[in-house]
């Protein structure tokens, strides 16, 4: 025993080390394709103008991620017990705690993530053809070529870390100001109406299923009822507009894709992307939406009984493995998706459709691609999951993909994440939220228990897995052995998430 223990710690080490240099030798990669102009951005404009963006969306997409996870999982728990410690957090939670605004901030949000990783591809991801310091051919194909420095770069600082801080420092991390602008700019995307034809949808979706879409507001009338009618239309002809300009561009060969790919197979890999996105963005909601479903209203279809058996193996440590698969998926392919939708006119090329210079800078920028992808490949298949989440964990691609993206977690290519995250948590002070509000048990001895059904689910609401259940690897533990204070917050991470995914193992054994 005392063996399989010491090669099963030696393992974990070993992948916890070669993430964190690869980790390291990607961002030196990127900044090097920057300062030498071999970006799409850099190349544009000017490497410091590609260094700051860059930079600066990594870092709001981290605020993006790690706020969704704060503000879902404060959610249930009474604001007024952190009105007078974290009043910015207090006053972000009163916004999306309000009416239906939380689904609002949730609509408005996916498409910044989506639109912030189209940002951060143009900043650093190579163009054709580039070449750095003389590398190896192979040490450019793998990095360079297939998007992998970008990927690890993305996932691990833009997403991952703030995740695992965001879970149980939730108080903490939407204490500011950058927080709260973060909200309000999401639910000024979602007031656009750019992405209200997701409503439709979501209507349409829980008419088939029988379930109509829940809501905390009373009927539109007026005024009201018109404003919103008139966005799903201008959403509508929005989308119609991207998907006409983009297939036109593909077909034309007019996309940054990759050279010698024909526009008939550009346009069917763009379409099956996206499915796998819509599939990996899907797989959350309907799983968060089994554990609210009694046994008995379950079925007993094999792929949904396979398909929960493994995510809640081993007292649900598989889930948190899904999750970090699922994420390095998604950003794979959200990289290739801004790859193949990003317009780009060859120099002595005419502009798509004879469009004006201004114009054809606008489709340049991959706004469009984002509007297709974020509507198509990610909100009407939450949607979906969200009203049918037996038939889609039913379904056996569903088993596959779970089965994919624990394959990718069991490589440890993203353990670099809880490195990260304990920087970030020593150097900015983080304190998990029971510092400040006690356990759930405890806030319910004091006459303050939490609201779990608070958090409306079920059709028309993108509600996806709570929290981030995955304690630090044993990597960082042996390589921060020395610090005590390390290894008691890993210990605090491990017991406090510990009793939901023992419970989700209890169900799923039922």
Known sequence: ?????????????????????????????????????????????????????????????SMVEGGQASLVGLHPVDKELYATTHPLSYKNCSITNKGDNLDRYLMGRQFMVIFIVFCINYSGAPVPGAELWNLPT????????????????????GQLASQVNASHCMLDYINNYFALFTLYVAMAVEFTGVMHCSYLIAMIIGRLAGKPIESREPPKTGFWLAFFWLRVLWSIGV???????????????????WPGVPGG?????????????????????????VTKIKK?????????????????KGKGRNLPGFMIGRQLSVVTCFFVIARVTTLSIAEGEGNLWGVPDALQNFFNTGFLGAIITTILGSITWQLVASAFPIAFLSNPITYIFLVICLAFEWTGICGGAWVLA???????????????????????????????????????????????YEDAPDSLKELMTTDPDVAKWMQESSASLQAPAEDADVEAQE
């Not at 992307?273 to 968060?288: H, K, N, P, R, Y």
């Not at 008995?296 to 809640?312: P, Q, V, W």
Request: proline share 1%; with cysteine.
């Open 422 to 468: 304990w920087i970030m948590k020593k150097m900015i002070g983080f304190q998990r939220d029971e510092v400040y509000i006690g356990t759930a048990e405890e806030r319910e001895q004091q006459g303050h228990k939490d609201d779990a059904e608070d958090l409306q689910a079920g059709a028309g609401h993108m509600i996806k897995l709570p929290g981030f």
């Open 239 to 257: 989308l119609g507009f991207a998907l006409a300009v983009t297939l036109s561009a593909l077909f034309q060969g007019k996309t940054t894709m």
């Open 1 to 61: 025993m005392g063996k399989k223990m010491s090669a099963a710690s030696h393992c974990n080490a070993f992948k916890g080390l070669y993430s964190t240099c690869l980790l390291i030798f990607s961002i030196v990669l990127v900044m090097g394709l920057i300062f030498t102009n071999q970006t799409g951005l850099s190349q544009d404009a000017h490497p410091a103008a590609a260094f700051i963006v860059l930079w600066v969306t990594l870092i709001w997409l």
């Open 296 to 312: 008995e209203d379950r079925g007993d279809k094999k792929f949904a009984k396979m398909t929960c058996e493994l995510l809640f």
């Open 265 to 289: 197979v550009a346009v069917v890999l763009f379409f099956v992307l996206m499915s796998v996105v819509g599939m990996l963005e899907g797989m959350q909601i309907a799983f968060f939406a």
């Open 138 to 157: 192979w040490v450019t194909t793998v990095f360079l070529n297939t998007g992998i420095a970008m990927i690890l770069l993305t996932c691990m600082v």
